[in-house]
């Protein structure tokens, strides 16, 4: 075969275009893995804090969001946390469970990417690094993909350019032009897993409260996330704004339950007859600056035994449905992942080609399949990239 010519070309070298790319060329299969970037796997890098949450262990279809809601099932079924741990086991990389079944590194995320990039180059997998993709053609044996170091052909090609998040670290929108030029609907694209901005009415209170965090449900209609919420200068965020972000959209409300496994009626009504101020009273249960801000907003300071019941009625509505209207997210910049992409009507879920274009295929985030905050989705990488390696 010449060397210009391949079995399938993958373009981007994140984890799920590397993870594809090795388990194709396992099979005997000749890849060539293309990426703008001149570092690999950057998201990986950065991920976990450095220490990469790779899987979930509670990884289900209903823990993803997606037009096609049922698309991801036949992927997730396939390659599960479960095999990728085995992977781990098998080189020797040790992991724990943080909370909620979030399994990080016991190392640094470097782990993974060496891992990746090992079982490329035990497959012969051909890698270029710093390369432009300058178009790709349909041709009638396949595909023709020209680059700034020359043309290559292949019978397939893989688009696993990632989505918009985190532009800082070369994400671009590459893989939907892709799929536009060759007839595919783009699922509206938009900032998920966000922090969220608030109001400069709403920051008079909280702003000074910056760094603060406190354990929260947060909700919108039927759907709540009960983890940590974070005030920042510009907003919120933290694990449970995080979570709702995704299902977020312009002018809809959050509701925060600040005290999601108490009744603070029950609590203050126990305390009747305490002659405790209110801010020291709640002070019990949230640091003592957050407990004096909440005074603050709520105009109430007597001692519990001053309260009269509309007081109490007052308090309970406001700890436990704090209502927020956020004015935007923070964008792209601070998104941890994309939300929307290729329209999965519009691709195999057996093997995650194009049902329009014979040999194209499109894994991981550019796809319109967006996972929970805590490895959802980078297990759904691994999912969607095991899914075409096998049919390309």
């Keep these: 075969m010449p060397d210009n010519k391949y079995d ?77 741990i085995e992977l781990l086991n098998k080189y020797n990389i040790t992991y724990h469970e943080k909370t909620l079944g979030q399994l990080f590194c016991d190392g640094s995320s470097e782990q993974i990417i060496e891992l990746l990039d090992s079982l490329g180059n035990d497959s012969k997998v051909k890698r270029c690094m710093g390369v432009s993709i300058l178009c790709v053609e349909k041709e009638l044996s396949g595909f023709k993909v020209a680059t700034s170091i020359g043309d290559f052909v292949s019978e397939s090609v893989v688009i696993a350019t990632g989505g918009l998040s985190i532009p800082q670290i070369g994400a671009t929108g590459f893989g939907y032009n892709i799929a536009r030029q060759f007839g595919h609907n783009i699922i509206k694209t938009d900032a998920a897993l966000v922090p969220l901005a608030l109001s400069p009415e709403e920051l008079q209170y909280l702003s000074p409260l910056s760094g603060t965090s406190f354990f929260s449900s947060a909700s919108i209609n039927k759907t709540n996330f009960q983890e940590n919420t974070l005030i920042t ?17 312009g002018g809809v409300a959050i509701s925060l339950d600040m005290l999601p496994n108490m009744n603070i009626t029950e609590e203050l009504s126990a305390n009747r ?13 949230f640091s003592m600056r957050l ?89 759904w990488a691994w999912a969607s990239a095991f899914a075409a390696a096998q049919n390309i």
Excluded at 36 to 64: D, M, Q, V, W
Excluded at 273 to 285: D, G, H, Y
């Design 8 to 84: 399938s070309i993958v373009i981007g070298a994140g984890a799920a275009g590397l993870m594809c790319a090795a388990l194709a060329g396992a099979r005997g299969r000749k890849v060539l893995l293309l990426d703008h970037s001149h570092k690999l796997a950057e998201k990986i890098r950065i991920s976990g804090g450095g220490r990469c949450n790779f899987t979930n262990i509670n990884t289900a279809p209903e823990c993803y969001i997606s037009n096609t809601p049922k698309f991801c099932i036949s992927p997730l079924s396939r390659y599960t946390p479960k095999h990728f």
């Design 233 to 249: 200068h510009r907003g919120l965020s933290g694990p449970a704004i995080l979570q709702i972000s995704s299902y977020w959209s």
């Design 291 to 379: 407990a004096s801000s909440l005074c603050a907003m709520l105009q109430i300071n007597k001692s519990i035994s001053q309260l009269s019941k509309s007081d109490i009625h007052k308090i309970s509505n406001f700890i436990h449905s704090f209502t927020i209207k956020p004015t935007g997210s923070l964008g792209y910049k601070k998104a941890e992942v994309t939300k929307g992409g290729v329209d999965c009507k519009e691709l195999s879920s057996k093997s995650m080609m194009s049902n329009k274009v014979e040999g194209l295929f499109f894994i991981g985030e550019v796809v319109d399949v967006t996972g929970w905050l805590g490895g959802y989705n980078f297990q």
């Design 273 to 285: 007859s305490s002659n405790k101020l209110l801010e020291n009273f709640l002070a019990q249960f």
